[in-house]
T-cell receptor, first 109, second 112 residues
Framework: KQEVTQIPAALSVPEGENLVLNCSFT??????LQWFRQDPGKGLTSLLL?????REQTSGRLNASLDKSSGRSTLYIAASQPGDSATYLC????????FGEGTQLTVNP | DAGVIQSPRHEVTEMGQEVTLRCKPI?????LFWYRQTMMRGLELLIY????????DSGMPEDRFSAKMPNASFSTLKIQPSEPRDSAVYFC??????????FGQGTRLTVV
C-alpha cells in the first residue's frame, strides 16, 4: 500500500525567502507525481505534474523534482510571496492517487 | 471546458437525511474519483470509476455510502442515512489515463 508523507506539516517564512517542501512515497511504482495547492475553503489546484520518466518540472517560481529510486519529491518555491500562503499537497499516481497530508505554508509580509 | 463541476457547493442537513452530491467530469476524461477531506484524516479516496464502471470502492466507509456513474458526464455520491461524522469536504476529480487529475471545487457537507 502506497504511503505518502510530507514534511514539514507547517512552515512559516518571511516574504522573499526561498523554501523547499518535501514529499516521500513508499512505492516507487508510480506513473507520475503531482503537486497541488489548496486555499482555505477551496478546491485543489494542480501546480506541477512530473512524469515518472522525468526528474523535474518548472513553472514560474516553482520547481518540482522527482527521485523515484529514493521515493522523494521536492517543491521549491523561489522568492516567496504572501500570496503563496496555502496548503501544498503532493500526490503519487500509482494504481490510485495517494495524497500526503500537506504542508501548510504561511508567508509573512 | 469549465473543468470539473460539483454541486451543491455547500450542504447542511439533519442527521438521518439522505444526501446526494453531484459531479460532472471534464468531457473526454476516462477516470472519475470521489475523495473525502477531513482535518483528522486528510484526503481519502472513496471510490473511482473507469469508463463509468466502478473499479475500486474499498475506500467507501460504510454501506450508507453509494456512488453511481450512469453516463460519462455525470456521477453521484449518496449518503443514506447521513450522520454527523460524515461532515467533510467531498471532492470529485477526473483524469485521462494516468495523467493529470483535475479537481472540482468540492462540496462542504455539514450534518447536524
Amino acid at each position: 500500500k502506497q504511503e505518502v508523507t510530507q514534511i514539514p506539516a507547517a512552515l512559516s517564512v518571511p516574504e522573499g525567502e526561498n523554501l523547499v517542501l518535501n514529499c516521500s512515497f513508499t512505492d516507487s511504482a508510480i506513473y507520475n507525481l503531482q503537486w497541488f495547492r489548496q486555499d482555505p475553503g477551496k478546491g485543489l489546484t494542480s501546480l506541477l505534474l512530473i512524469q515518472s520518466s522525468q526528474r523535474e518540472q518548472t513553472s514560474g517560481r516553482l520547481n518540482a523534482s522527482l527521485d523515484k529510486s529514493s521515493g522523494r519529491s521536492t517543491l521549491y518555491i523561489a522568492a516567496s510571496q504572501p500570496g503563496d500562503s496555502a496548503t501544498y499537497l503532493c500526490a503519487a499516481h500509482g494504481s490510485r492517487l495517494t495524497f500526503g497530508e500537506g504542508t501548510q505554508l504561511t508567508v509573512n509580509p | 471546458d469549465a473543468g470539473v463541476i460539483q454541486s451543491p457547493r455547500h450542504e447542511v442537513t439533519e442527521m438521518g437525511q439522505e444526501v446526494t452530491l453531484r459531479c460532472k467530469p471534464i468531457s473526454g476524461h476516462d477516470y472519475l474519483f470521489w475523495y473525502r477531506q477531513t482535518m483528522m484524516r486528510g484526503l481519502e479516496l472513496l471510490i473511482y470509476f473507469n469508463n463509468n464502471v466502478p473499479i475500486d470502492d474499498s475506500g467507501m466507509p460504510e454501506d450508507r455510502f453509494s456512488a453511481k456513474m450512469p453516463n460519462a458526464s455525470f456521477s453521484t455520491l449518496k449518503i443514506q442515512p447521513s450522520e454527523p461524522r460524515d461532515s467533510a469536504v467531498y471532492f470529485c476529480a477526473s483524469s485521462l489515463t494516468a495523467t493529470e487529475a483535475f479537481f472540482g471545487q468540492g462540496t462542504r457537507l455539514t450534518v447536524v
